[in-house]
């Protein structure tokens, strides 16, 4: 007979993964009162502290989505379309766009008062415009719903392969207020979807959700449950929503920690997940490089702190005299002279940067405040991976490589393989390059290609890396219209038709 968890104890063993313990902490035993839940992530033995109101509103929202996904099945296609263009209608309005920016500077506010990043956080008039291009390419987009993909044919009989709505998708994001305007793509292919996101921009979510998004629901003659906000601050509100088997699919953005915990969550719960892609993007330079093309890759890669990011940059040893020069060029060209750049440089390397570099220092900003550092700091090969989360300093690592085959084999080995990019002019190392290496996105130039809006027209749930392997039947840019099912069919001409 099971029990339900009413109390924690200091130092109370927790099984997990199998064979392993993990120890209740003073606070978690303090924090947790009966009808709490206690998750133990299988993977790590982490464990996570859901409230017992944290888990209600959860709850509530993905009934609120269930109900209405039912619904959906009843609303047209030009029903949908019409939400897309109220939506963006209303952001376009700058008498409605008025309080959500109000409530952006206060997030913002906030956030820098709490020393957290807020690059992505400010809902600036470029992110303004993104978005209601966004939501306009979806009221344009052609219907998903009911599409034929495949037709066999039978004496008397056929069956048909159509697309069909997938669920409720469950969805956490960063603090990042345009990603409303991607995850509401999910409605174009008949999906209802319920938002939770990073609390420095929950302020936001709200008026973009008071203001323009239950008011296009409502004009449009959807039902309101369609896309939910949990409204709750705390990590634990993503844990909860992560955890409920009804949903359909659960995507998270961001990068780190957060994310992976995030995808262990839905997947031990049985909810298939999409994790956005992390780590940074490659790039490699082979020994047929060319020195102008190299040269300007990588100061167009390195505009802004995103995934798609130059972050590890591979050159050959026989070109290194001449290309490192022009990398750290790059570097100082493709950033304003007040951020300059750091470079990580892997042990044994270090002789190929000029001594006036490993020399000096500067003034490095990040999202946790500015600080003093060398400007050239040597690096561990076993850290080649790591991604370097920068605010208005670029920072990157230099590894030298023998060669081609070596560059590929360290980003199949340490990168998170989600995009690599190889300048060279020998089409038989394309050609390899792309064979052999291990990553999501592949290119001939800059990293900052990979996004699905930029690249595909589409806006994008999440870029999705093969850290954890190959995905299964589709692409590492998830859309709107890539969330569905496909079900199976049968028209039937003969009525004597039998076995």
């Known amino acids: 007979m099971s029990e339900r968890l009413k109390a924690l104890t200091p130092g109370m063993p927790i099984p997990f993964g199998g064979d392993r313990l993990a120890r209740v902490s003073p606070e978690l035993a303090d924090a947790f009162q009966a009808g709490d839940r206690l998750i133990v992530v299988q993977e790590t033995g982490d464990l996570l502290h859901v409230p017992a109101g944290v888990q209600a509103l959860a709850e509530a929202a993905v009934g609120r989505a269930i109900e209405a996904f039912g619904r959906l099945a009843r609303a047209s296609d030009e029903q949908i379309g019409a939400f897309f263009e109220v939506f963006a209608g209303r952001l376009a309005d700058d008498r409605v766009w008025a309080p959500i920016a109000a409530a952006n500077a206060e997030d913002v506010g906030a956030a820098k008062a709490r020393g957290r990043s807020t690059t992505r956080l400010v809902a600036s008039a470029r992110m303004r415009a993104e978005m209601i291009a966004g939501l306009s390419g979806w009221r344009d987009a052609k219907p998903s719903r009911g599409r034929l993909v495949e037709r066999i044919e039978h004496d008397g009989w056929s069956v048909e392969q159509v697309t069909a709505p997938l669920g409720v998708v469950g969805f956490v994001f960063e603090g990042r207020p345009n990603v409303f305007a991607d995850a509401a793509g999910v409605l174009r292919g008949g999906n209802a979807v319920v938002f939770r996101i990073g609390s420095d921009a929950l302020g936001t979510a709200r008026a973009i959700v008071r203001h323009a998004l239950e008011p296009a629901l409502d004009a449009s003659g959807l039902p309101s449950g369609a896309c939910v906000l949990v409204e709750s601050p705390e990590h634990a509100a993503g844990w909860a929503l992560f955890s409920d088997r009804r949903l359909a699919l659960a995507v998270a953005r961001g990068s780190g920690h957060a994310v992976a915990q995030l995808g262990a969550v839905a997947r031990q719960a049985g909810v298939p997940v999409s994790l956005h892609g992390t780590g940074g993007a490659w790039l490699i330079a082979d ?54 750049w750091k470079l990580h440089v892997v042990h044994g390397d270090e002789a190929y940067v000029p001594d006036r570099f490993r020399a000096s220092k500067i003034v490095v900003h990040r999202a946790e405040g500015s600080m003093l550092e060398e400007q050239v700091e040597p690096l561990p090969l076993a850290e080649l991976g790591r991604e370097w989360e920068w605010e208005r300093t670029p920072e990157i690592t230099l590894k030298i490589v023998d060669d081609l085959t070596e560059a590929i084999s360290l980003c199949n080995r340490y990168s998170p393989r989600l995009a690599a990019s190889l300048i060279a002019e020998d089409p038989a190392a394309q050609g390899r390059f792309e064979a052999e290496i291990e990553a999501a996105f592949v290119g001939d130039g800059m990293t900052r290609w990979v996004d699905g809006q930029y690249a595909l027209g589409r806006p994008e749930l999440g870029l999705s890396n093969w850290e954890n392997g190959r995905l299964l039947a589709r692409g590492g840019v998830l859309a709107g219209d890539s969330v569905f099912t496909v079900r199976t069919r049968m028209r039937q001409r003969n009525v004597d038709l039998h076995r």
């Open 287 to 340: 020994d047929s490089a060319d020195a102008a093309r190299f040269r300007a890759v990588v100061e167009r890669s390195i505009d802004r702190k995103v995934c798609n990011t130059l972050n590890v940059c591979c050159i050959v040893r026989d070109r290194a005299a001449e290309l490192v020069p022009l990398l750290l060029e790059a570097l100082a060209d493709g950033s304003p002279s007040e951020r300059g």
